[in-house]
């Protein structure tokens, strides 16, 4: 739902803008819809399409859970897509005199009153131009700054620790950890396959290892073959430290044991699952990483026929990405704004950046293909530099504060989870609409100049053509 209601948003707003600035140059409904959607719809498409293949790209980590998730988005997205191409025309066309009638009166009031559309948004653009240097500089440091935290993030998974302190969950676990120690409430399960006396002294041995503050007592099966112990660690479930001790006793411990003992050893239990939920997670990322961001560029490079494009959009959206997970490390994981510390949910990450590469995207080609429009037609790089944020601003910024209140919703929660997940995609959009792509895009688009449109021969042969808007002289 918070998908289709974000992506819906974009892809009305910005078929319906573009209808609407037909109508206002003089277009009869039906030839401004045609236009709309031959422009703009087109734009939607390749925007769609983008969303869905970053979705899919979770399908590389391997996790069923989150597989289930990446195909349901998907489909979600595939929906909310088609409608906007297919219902929403239908709409346009069922009240197009009412539009056209509501639409001219509000033209009309505002070129009485000496107003320009896209007046302020062009004399941002104008701004930019003047000093391109200087406004991205400040604009990359200071995300980099808010990105910095997310080089500690640590994976792992929210408990009873972290509810609010007036449940008694966390009045029970607080009780339990002060009374019995700070890991009683996630201890580490350990299973000796052997005879019994192997799993004594494994239990013995266990008990002296480093990090462990006690071991409970060998429970052997009926017929000695499988020995179970409770490992209970120094730390609390959450902390570092136990999962430094997970992977301690697996490779450390455990090897010598099982040389000494001839019994297989195991780590286990809940706690032991969680880390190693966020182990394989860490562990596939850059590959996640790499299938998405390859497959996109790839996209883009057919759609604007560029190299220096596709690789601004890659860098842009992991920076804002990386913004989002530097502003979740720093209110949950160090405990901002007096929020109770812990991990962050260690499928969070890959999921917010799935969701938020597609919809950064989205912002990316409904930006430049109407860059890319006016350079089409004036040949006047700064020209359509100029004109595509005068175009596009209102309604990305509109897109992206609709979307901001939406995923921000989610913070009003009591759930954890959801809090991050709300935070995280909230300071993505909003890093997103108003930094990226109103102030560094037309820096770099400014500095790059014709060179943005750059594609060797070679290249230019192979790759098939592939038209995202035609010219609006065509």
């Known amino acids: 739902m918070l998908v289709g209601l974000g992506v819906g948003v974009d892809y009305a707003l910005l078929i319906f803008y573009r209808y609407r600035h037909e109508l206002t140059a003089g277009a009869d409904p039906a030839k401004a819809g045609r236009k709309a959607l031959d422009a703009a719809g087109r734009t939607v498409f390749f925007a769609g399409c983008t969303v869905i293949i970053a979705l899919l790209g979770l399908v590389a980590l391997g996790l069923g859970s989150l597989q289930g998730v990446a195909l349901a988005l998907a489909l979600t997205v595939l929906t909310t897509m088609a409608a906007s191409l297919v219902l929403l025309p239908a709409l346009l066309a069922l009240f197009a005199q009412r539009i056209q009638r509501h639409v001219l009166k509000h033209a009309a009031k505002s070129a009485a009153k000496g107003k320009t559309e896209g007046r302020r948004w062009r004399a941002l653009a104008a701004a930019v131009q003047r000093r391109p240097l200087p406004a991205l500089l400040i604009a990359v440091l200071a995300l980099l700054a808010l990105s910095a935290p997310a080089l500690s993030m640590r994976l792992g998974f929210a408990d009873a620790g972290n509810d609010p302190k007036t449940s008694t969950s966390k009045k029970a676990y607080d009780l339990l950890a002060e009374g019995f120690g700070p890991s009683f409430n996630g201890p580490l399960i350990v299973l000796a396959q052997g005879d019994e006396a192997a799993g004594q002294t494994v239990q013995s041995a266990l008990a002296k290892a480093e990090g462990v503050a006690a071991a409970g007592p060998a429970m052997p099966t009926e ?59 860490e562990q596939r990322l850059p590959l996640f990483v790499a299938v998405v961001v390859g497959m996109s560029s790839l996209l883009l490079m057919l759609v604007f026929r560029s190299v220096l494009i596709p690789i601004k959009a890659a860098l842009l959206n992991l920076l804002s990405i990386s913004a989002a997970l530097g502003a979740m490390t720093l209110v949950f994981q160090e405990g901002l704004f007096g929020v109770q510390p812990g991990p962050i949910e260690a499928f969070l990450p890959v999921l917010i950046f799935a969701i938020v590469f597609g919809l950064s995207m989205d912002y990316e080609v409904f930006l430049i293909s109407r860059i890319h429009e006016e350079w089409e037609r004036t040949k006047d790089h700064s020209l359509a530099v100029r004109e595509g944020l005068a175009s596009t601003g209102k309604v990305i910024t509109a897109a992206g504060a609709i979307m901001i209140v939406v995923f921000g919703a989610f913070m009003l929660s009591t759930d954890r989870m959801l809090q991050q997940f709300g935070l995280g995609l909230a300071v993505a959009i909003l890093v997103d609409a108003l930094v990226i792509r109103c102030l560094i895009v037309p820096a770099i688009m400014q500095l790059f100049g014709t060179w943005a449109w750059w594609l060797p021969a070679p290249l230019a042969r192979r790759l098939p053509k592939v038209a995202l808007e035609r010219p609006t002289n065509s």
Do not use: N
């Open 223 to 281: 017929d000695g073959a499988l020995t179970t112990m409770i490992i209970y660690p120094r730390t609390a479930p959450q902390a570092k430290g136990t999962a430094d001790l997970v992977h301690h006793l697996r490779d450390d411990v455990a090897p010598g044991l099982e040389r000494e003992t001839g019994a297989k050893i195991l780590v286990g239990g809940a706690t032991a699952a969680s880390q190693d939920f966020a182990d394989t997670v």
